[in-house]
């Protein structure tokens, strides 16, 4: 509001003026009382006060009076997400002020403030809320930061396999979420193929595969051994060859390395 009853006597007329610039100014219509105040400023706005005498029509002008809006907004925030349970970092920018964290969408105490917010350890998704303060000024509403957490994905069955002797065989794995890759190692190292089976190249020996599943960006906590057993194939170790003398029976005899003979 401003108020223009400084000095004036009885038989004065009222004429406020507003101007965007300080230069160009133009009459307010109706504003025409000693105190007049505008709900509608939108802008940084000056006003003055023409003050006219009804007699001889004499009419002074009062100073410029400027009306500064302080606006301060979020121009700018940056959601973040994780893997599993943990701490999220968070920002957002505003156009002047100090950038102010909240947990709510109204009311409740500041968590933090800063362009940068670190939350605290959490389990699930949550949203929280940002807002710029100026001078004393808020900005009109509050602007949600979501911290996204990720399930990590695990795998839901293995199946091994097994052979006799060298040769090649397959594997599988399962998950209900996500691409599986599977790995001669494990930590690290190059996947050597990908999907739900996994066929290994001629093994002589026993081979243990690693296999884990990703899936946005999340890998399983750790990778699963699936084994390629070989079993030897056996063999006749030695043989004792036997004879008699007229008809009948012979018994003969053989060893072998592993099995039955």
Excluded at 128 to 157: D, M, Q
Excluded at 175 to 188: E, H, M, N, R, V
Excluded at 195 to 205: I, S, V
Aim: aromatic fraction near 8%.
């Amino acid at each position: 509001s401003l108020t223009g009853t400084s000095g004036v006597g009885v038989g004065s007329t009222f004429q406020w003026q507003v101007s965007a610039n300080g230069t160009t100014f133009n009459n307010i219509s109706g504003a025409n009382l000693s105190t007049y105040t505008d709900k509608f400023v939108t802008n940084t706005t000056y006003y003055r006060c023409l003050l006219t005498c009804y007699f001889g029509s004499t009419t002074s002008t009062s100073s410029v009076k400027k009306v500064t809006l302080i606006n301060p907004q979020i121009t700018s925030s940056t959601p973040g997400s994780i893997c599993g349970t943990g701490i999220v970092t968070l920002g957002a920018t505003a156009s002047l002020g100090v950038v102010t964290w909240y947990a709510n969408a109204t009311g409740g105490t500041a968590l933090d403030t800063g362009v940068v917010f670190n939350t605290p350890s959490i389990s699930s998704t949550t949203t929280y809320y940002v807002t710029a303060v100026f001078n004393g000024c808020t900005s009109t509403s509050r602007t949600p930061v979501v911290a996204t957490i990720k399930s990590i994905p695990s795998l839901t069955s293995v199946t091994p396999n097994t052979i006799c002797g060298p040769g090649s065989m397959t594997l599988s794995a399962t998950t209900g979420l996500g691409t599986i890759d599977w790995y001669t190692t494990s930590t690290g190292g190059t996947s050597v193929g990908t999907g739900l089976y996994f066929t290994t190249p001629t093994l002589t020996a026993t081979t243990t595969y690693y296999v884990e599943v990703t899936a946005s960006g999340c890998v399983s906590a750790s990778r699963t051994p699936v084994v390629a057993t070989i079993v030897p194939l056996p063999t006749i170790a030695s043989v004792t060859p036997a004879g008699t003398c007229n008809s009948g029976s012979v018994v003969l005899h053989a060893t072998a390395n592993s099995g039955t003979v």
